[in-house]
């Protein structure tokens, strides 16, 4: 897994937003991203220790240790839903 820092977001984050992916809740903090490039989709998990936030894709950036659009696409959904259990 990646740990997700504010430095190491920041080009996949902008991508993230270029190119909208569709995000598809699979379980807790596990979601399936439809690429916005082509027909594939790829499956995110996310996990947090010790504080730290880490993710992980199945794609060859992530795979290279880099931190994907598909993440940050999951992570958007994963904080809303985090948040949603919070305040229930």
Known sequence: MIRLTTENTQKAVAKCKQLKPKVQFIKDRYFAIYSANNSNVYYV?????????FGKCECKASEKGLVCYHIVAGATANIYRQSLKRTA
């Open 45 to 53: 998990n996310f996990d947090v220790k010790d504080g730290q936030k």
